[in-house]
């Protein structure tokens, strides 16, 4: 599957909507995004990871996405 790009105007104005985690480092506006920040959670600083989660499963929510999260990742 091809890397999708976002320019950094693009990251700041998902950020500025509350549609990135860590920032605008993990841009997330549909379920296809969501699913690549979960699959790109690993390369996040450490001690940002709890956060980026809680984004993740905040974004995946909000957009009523159908694949799983990891089963871990609600204790």
Not at 1 to 16: D, T
Not at 22 to 27: D, H, K, R, S, V
Not at 55 to 71: N, V
Request: proline letters at 5%.
């Amino acid at each position: 599957m091809a890397e999708r790009e976002f320019s950094m105007e693009e990251r700041r104005e998902l950020e500025a909507n509350g549609e990135t985690g860590y920032g605008t480092a993990f841009p997330m506006p549909d379920c296809d995004a969501v699913r690549r920040a979960v699959e790109s959670y690993g390369r996040a600083p450490t001690a940002e990871r709890a956060e980026l989660r809680r984004q993740i499963i905040k974004r995946h929510r909000e957009l009523g996405c159908s694949e799983k999260l990891p089963e871990h990742w609600y204790r």
